[in-house]
């Protein structure tokens, strides 16, 4: 989604982390002016929302037992992604990286779906030590990834399956008309915001 914040004339990017009928559940950090005012906003605001934006993890690939490998900012879409999943009967297995122990999040929600859920932090101060690269372990048939580029690489180096990759970008009007958030593939560059943020692992030029 898109959000329109006051005093900003660029929309903020969010991605979704979970939905109902009625309920968007959007998770962020402040990283920047437009965070930052989102973290003082009072209970009740309504903000203008552009939705219904680029494409999403294809669940449909081959396979029951998909590994969902977040990092940082990156871990909120794949709990979406794992209720997805996990109604189509398969059996996904979750790897959430993070800096330290103190950024952790999340780990219960995952685990409370009943998902397998291997935590890393770079500096061992929880889980396993390392990178989400490190902790994707074997037996998966594919998959699906979300965070900073160079995590994102990492993972793709590392896998030994087919994979989606959903990229992180500042985006100007959200729906591909400014083309200010490409991504260059084997079949040319492509919008992040609309052609994306999800791509498969074998387009990606890195």
Known sequence: ??????????????SVCDYDETTL?????????????????????KLDVLTGLGNGYNTS?????????????????????????????????????FNSKCDVFYEEEFRALGVETRVVTVDGSYGQK???????????????????????KAVSDASTSDGLLSFEERMGCGFGACVGCTCKTKYGN?????DGPVLEKEEVVW
Do not use: N, Q, W
């Open 190 to 194: 492509k919008r992040i915001c609309k």
């Open 1 to 14: 989604v898109d959000l329109r914040l006051p005093e900003k004339y660029l929309r903020r990017p969010i």
């Open 130 to 152: 390392g990178f989400v690269s490190e902790a994707l372990g074997e037996g998966y048939d594919y998959f699906c990834a979300c965070g900073p580029v160079a995590m994102l």
């Open 61 to 97: 690939l081959s396979g029951d037992r998909p590994v969902l490998v977040g990092g940082g900012v990156g871990v909120p879409p794949m709990y979406g992604t794992a209720k997805r999943l996990l109604s189509e009967g398969k059996h996904p297995i979750a790897v959430l990286g």
């Open 25 to 45: 559940t959007l998770i962020y950090k402040v990283v920047g002016g437009g965070t930052e005012i989102m973290s003082t906003l009072p209970v009740g605001t």
